[in-house]
């Protein structure tokens, strides 16, 4: 079993719906939990840091995590076209060794 | 402010012959991670440096080698170059923190190795 679970899409969707990426964690000692993106041939990009239990809110994008079900969720609203590419799911120990999900390839459509 | 360089953009290399990649880590930034990610997967952490020294390793054999620089930027080494080493290396820097604090991360760009 993989330490970080992620469906890897692909998904699609019309502009301006509301998207829900997830990914579950078999670890409870993960503390640190990120949501990058990634376009396609590029580095992944750091979106949101949660540190434990609890919603964080930038813009349009909205992390949320329960430890106790041992899932991570990502909302992006109103999704724009350039809202398209893969996300990433990352959570983190202390001593700062990532462990990624497989990410899941998103589709905004005009 | 200058983000995470890394060089080459694109390498290709023959099996058994071994490769050199280069990050530069954003500035102010003292600690230097290296991430293999393949195709369609996510990024599989390969080692993290800080003070010159390797202070975590992932699940990489020996053949895996790297160097931190007294300016913090960092080499990573490949020998013996397989068919499955085909990916693009990632690095990424962080500011280490004292204590339970952990790092957020920053990416470079990446570099995409192919071995033929």
């Known amino acids: 079993q993989k330490e970080v679970e992620q469906d890897p899409g692909p998904l699609s969707v019309p502009e301006g719906a509301i998207v829900s990426l997830n990914c579950t964690y078999s670890?409870?000692?993960?503390?640190?939990f990120m949501w990058y993106r990634q376009y396609s041939r590029k580095g992944p990009e750091l979106l949101m840091y949660?540190?434990?239990?609890g919603n964080k809110e930038d813009g349009r994008f909205t992390a949320q995590v329960d430890k106790s079900s041992k899932y991570i969720s990502l909302f992006i609203r109103d999704s724009q076209p350039s809202d398209s590419a893969t996300y990433l799911c990352?959570?983190?120990?202390?001593?700062?060794?990532?462990?990624f999900g497989a990410g899941t390839r998103l589709t905004v459509k005009p | 402010d200058a983000g995470v360089t890394q060089s080459p953009t694109h390498l290709i290399k023959t099996r058994g012959q071994q490769v050199t990649l280069r990050c530069s880590p954003k500035?102010?930034?003292?600690?230097v991670s290296w991430y293999q990610q393949a195709l369609g997967q996510g990024p599989q952490f390969i080692f993290q440096?800080?003070?010159?020294?390797?202070?975590q390793r992932g699940n990489f054999p020996d053949r895996f080698s790297g160097h931190q620089f007294p300016n913090y930027s960092s080499e990573l080494n490949v020998n013996a170059l397989l068919l499955g080493d085909s990916a693009l290396y990632l690095c990424?820097?962080?500011?280490?923190?004292?204590?339970?604090?952990?790092?957020?991360?920053?990416f470079g760009p990446g570099t995409r190795l192919t071995v033929l």
């Open positions: 990352a959570t983190q120990y202390n001593n700062n060794d990532m462990r």
């Open positions: 670890n409870s000692a993960f503390q640190y």
């Open positions: 990424a820097s962080s500011l280490a923190v004292r204590g339970d604090s952990t790092d957020t991360q920053y």
């Open positions: 500035s102010g930034h003292d600690t």
């Open positions: 440096y800080y003070e010159e020294e390797e202070r």
């Open positions: 949660t540190y434990s239990s």
